[in-house]
């Protein structure tokens, strides 16, 4: 079975600059999570989907990031414009019927 | 949302056991307790699930109270590759939230 796709696996932008990740979760994961995850500490949620729509993205920035999943099955995360703060490993995962969440390997933001 | 409070670092020898506590005193009835494990440069990994009483499978244990405001997850006879961040989750479904995790160091 594979696994959850993420690319880039690793990005290097300046501030200001603009930047697109791209996740692709186990197939039949409904449900799709992105994470924020900063050196030294835990995953921080983004952003929630169920199939297309939005059930949660009460902590996503939304004056620079946005995130969509039109059909249900890959979603994109995009940074615009992009701080130095925003620094950070971007997870994604899907969720089981069971509850049990599959992480991708993530992917790397440097912002300079 | 049930806040979760662990131990920040652990060290363990070979062979031990490792038991970290996790106290969710808030914890709702709907609740499940979820532990993930998570390597460097990795996601975190699903370990183990539970609601009440005890759950074990072929990694771990999962110890749950009566009144489940803690839980305590149990590894066997760690080695080397168990040296991780382990995550306690608390919650339902979504608006899964990570703490800061416990770092498990094991040595030789």
């Known amino acids: 079975e594979a696994g959850v796709a993420q690319s880039p696996r690793y990005k290097i932008i300046e501030k200001r600059q603009s930047v697109a990740f791209w996740c692709n979760p186990i197939?039949?994961?409904?449900?799709l999570y992105w994470y924020q995850q900063i050196l030294g500490q835990g995953p921080k949620l983004l952003i929630q989907?169920?199939?297309?729509?939005?059930?949660?993205d009460s902590q996503l920035p939304k004056d620079r990031f946005s995130a969509e999943r039109l059909k249900g099955v890959d979603s994109t995360l995009k940074i615009q414009p992009a701080k130095l703060e925003d620094s950070a490993v971007y997870l994604c995962?899907?969720?089981?019927?069971?509850?049990?969440?599959?992480f991708g390997e993530g992917s790397r933001l440097t912002v300079l | 949302l049930a806040k979760t409070t662990q131990p920040i670092s652990m060290d363990s020898y070979e062979g031990q056991e490792v038991n970290i506590t996790c106290s969710h005193n808030?914890?709702?009835?709907?609740?499940?307790i979820t532990w993930y494990q998570q390597f460097p440069s990795q996601g975190p990994r699903f370990i183990i699930q539970g609601y009440k009483t005890k759950v074990t499978n072929e990694v771990a244990s999962l110890f749950i109270p009566a009144d489940r405001k803690s839980s305590t997850l149990s590894l066997p006879r760690v080695s080397l590759s168990d040296t991780a961040v382990y995550y306690c989750?608390?919650?339902?479904?979504?608006?899964?939230?990570f703490g800061a995790g416990t770092t498990v160091t094991v040595r030789a």
């Open positions: 808030n914890i709702a009835t709907n609740d499940y």
């Open positions: 989907f169920q199939n297309n729509g939005v059930v949660d």
């Open positions: 197939s039949g994961h409904a449900t």
């Open positions: 989750l608390v919650g339902v479904d979504y608006k899964l939230s």
């Open positions: 995962a899907g969720r089981t019927n069971t509850g049990e969440l599959f």
